[in-house]
């Protein structure tokens, strides 16, 4: 078998799978993360993520409290740095479900290697993003108006006001993302079940894995479901930041009142979302020694797709001026130069220098195939994207008429949610490196070349003993 | 002790193409009940042991017709009858303002039908199976691959069955009780 893997790197290149590997290694890389004690890193940056965790938990204690006097809103200021870690946050779980559907839509077998690595970080980000509708309400024991349910006053909620298509669009995709991430991770279970050790082990993988023993015409149904899932999941995620968008573009205010706004918000999204997997994926990469999985084609492919939608990005912020200019609306004129040059200047050119320019950096092979660059300027990008969602939030402080003009400074405690929010983040993320494989084992097994029944090492094979 | 019934013969094969050449032996034999495992799904294989279409897709659409009727009813209902409040003089029910929710429970039901579906059609959970006494078989999410054939097989005879399985190529032949 090691020999005739040899033959198959020269046949496929650029393989993959990189090294000699055969199922059983792959079995072995992947599993040995999981199975091997906790390590002290592990532990600190576990014990790190739950102290910034902790920010987040007193944070909205402190909130529920107090009430959200203690954020920087104000009048005309009414929605800040909520709407912004929400949409924040939204925004970085699309590149997951990008990964996992519309690539897989469109056979890109290099996929394989990141979606479920980049799955999870969609569900946690998800989490990380409800959690700011959910506490922003005010009135937080009534949260649940948002909800269709029926209820003593005998009313329901608005099915006219984007932000109730919100409520829905974000669920929805939290629950989708949640089963399909589920469906994907059934047979990598059942191989955590067969090879556990201890007896908690092997019940709670087994539970998880409801029986599963790769037969032949489970694979059959399995796979059509997947491919169900993947074309569900794909205008869904469309759906997702297109409705994001309409919180913004359905009112009437000067800058937020346009059509560009859902297919700008979809390409931003993705934008952000592949930075954060870079930024993920380049140091787990080196600490869990999967290198020969998600292998320096895969980075490359990601900066490539970061260069492209941060190119449509600077193409819709430009296409933004234009419009505002050719409508001949005073207000959206103003809007715009007010966003340039106006006390938001700062948050705008902060934007323009991470979201246009740092992408750019990417036309070179040196640079998109370098680990140190491309974590630098993922972050770079995260924190870009970030501020787009403040400019946009922003251009609410100059409103039609100068005498309610006014400006926005947070308070500590937007400050130290949103930090918080965070830990939450890294928190989940940390557990599920250590006790899901975060490489899809089944799905790589199946694209290495040996799992193809006429791979020409299996003629040979067969010629010296048949023949 | 009453005599067990047994469930199946089962062998174990190496890698993809002698499991596929062993499927198309048997199946050439003329056994009926036979079933692959392999540790991920296996290309072409549904058309060597005869599978249909899966029969998922069926599921999924009745899920998504009754996630589109949901919304549907959901937003006519509760606005222009059971409620009706005029807000910024739109009207109580249009298809327009309805489409983004018509189309999430759309898609959030067809998920729904389609994981029951997987689910069903395939039988799990499955906490119990006669395969998991064979102890090769542990090794099915690995690396190895397997083919059993079940005992309501019309030709099943423990002896033959062993046999024809050998002689498909199989290592570790075994007859498995229920």
């Not at chain 1, 908690?200 to 149904?221: D, E, M």
Request: net charge neutral; aromatic share 16%.
């Amino acid at each position: 078998m090691a020999a005739q893997s040899k033959n198959a790197a020269s046949v496929f290149p650029p393989p993959l799978v990189a090294g000699n590997h055969t199922f059983t290694s792959v079995t072995e890389t992947v599993c040995r993360v999981v199975e091997e004690k906790p390590n002290v890193n592990w532990l600190l940056a576990l014990m790190l993520s739950a102290s910034i965790m902790a920010v987040l938990g007193g944070s909205v204690a402190y909130l529920f409290w107090e009430g959200t006097g203690i954020w920087g809103l104000n009048n005309p200021v009414g929605w800040g740095w909520a709407i912004v870690n929400f949409v924040f946050w939204v925004g970085i779980g699309h590149a997951g479900t990008l990964i996992s559907a519309i690539l897989f839509l469109f056979r890109q077998k290099w996929r394989t290697a990141i979606n479920r690595f980049a799955e999870a970080m969609t569900i946690f980000a998800v989490i990380c993003a409800l959690v700011f509708p959910g506490i922003h309400v005010g009135r937080v024991w009534a949260a649940y108006w948002m909800l269709p349910l029926p209820n003593q006053m005998g009313m329901w909620p608005n099915f006219r006001s984007p932000l109730l298509w919100d409520v829905f669009a974000v669920s929805t995709y939290f629950t989708v993302s949640l089963i399909f991430w589920y469906v994907g991770l059934i047979p990598d279970l059942a191989t955590l079940r067969d090879r556990a050790k201890g007896k908690i082990s092997y019940w709670a993988y087994g539970l998880f894995a409801v029986g599963w023993r790769g037969a032949a015409s489970h694979w059959n149904n399995y796979e059509r479901a997947y491919l169900l899932f993947a074309g569900l999941a794909t205008p869904l995620v469309l759906s997702v930041h297109t409705i994001v968008s309409f919180d913004f573009a359905v009112s009437i205010i000067p800058g937020w009142h346009t059509t560009i706004f859902p297919p700008y918000f979809v390409a931003g999204a993705i934008f952000s979302g592949f930075a954060m997997v870079c930024t993920l994926a380049v140091p787990c990469r080196k600490i869990f020694g999967l290198e020969d999985f998600m292998t320096v084609r895969h980075i490359e492919n990601m900066n490539k797709v970061i260069l492209l939608t941060g190119t449509l990005v600077g193409y819709a912020y430009s296409t933004e001026f234009f419009i505002a200019w050719y409508s001949g609306s005073v207000y959206e004129g103003f809007a715009f130069v007010n966003r340039a040059f106006g006390p938001f200047a700062w948050a705008y050119w902060i934007m323009i220098s991470c979201n246009v320019i740092t992408p750019q950096f990417f036309w070179s092979k040196k640079i998109r195939t370098n680990m140190a660059w491309t974590f630098v300027m993922s972050i770079f990008v995260n924190i870009g994207m970030w501020f787009e969602r403040f400019v946009i939030v922003a251009t609410l402080h100059r409103d039609y008429t100068p005498s309610a003009w006014g400006y926005y400074t947070p308070t500590i405690f937007d400050i130290s949610t949103f930090i918080g929010s965070f830990g939450l983040f890294f928190f989940l993320f940390i557990l599920f490196l250590k006790y899901l494989p975060a490489i899809a084992i089944a799905e790589i097994k199946a694209v290495m070349p040996q799992a193809d029944p006429h791979w020409e090492g299996y003629q040979k094979h067969e010629e010296s003993t048949h023949g | 002790m009453a005599k067990t019934k047994i469930w199946g013969a089962v062998a174990q094969f190496e890698n993809p193409a002698e499991l596929v050449h062993g499927v198309e032996t048997i199946r050439g034999a003329g056994y009926k009940k036979i079933e692959a495992y392999s540790p991920f799904p296996i290309h072409g294989m549904e058309k060597v042991l005869g599978l249909g279409g899966s029969k998922v897709p069926w599921i999924t659409l009745v899920g998504g017709l009754c996630g589109f009727t949901l919304a549907t009813w959901l937003q006519w209902w509760t606005g222009s009858v059971d409620y009706p409040v005029v807000i910024g003089g739109k009207p109580l029910f249009a298809v327009e303002s309805s489409v983004p929710i018509m189309f999430e429970l759309t898609v959030l039901l067809s998920a729904f039908g389609t994981l029951a579906g997987m689910m069903i059609l395939n039988g799990l959970p499955r906490p119990h199976h006669p395969l998991d006494g064979y102890a090769p078989f542990r090794r099915v999410t690995d690396d190895k691959f397997f083919i059993s054939i079940e005992s309501d097989d019309p030709k099943f005879d423990a002896l033959a069955v062993q046999a024809a399985l050998e002689q498909a190529g199989g290592t570790n032949v075994a007859l498995v009780e229920e």
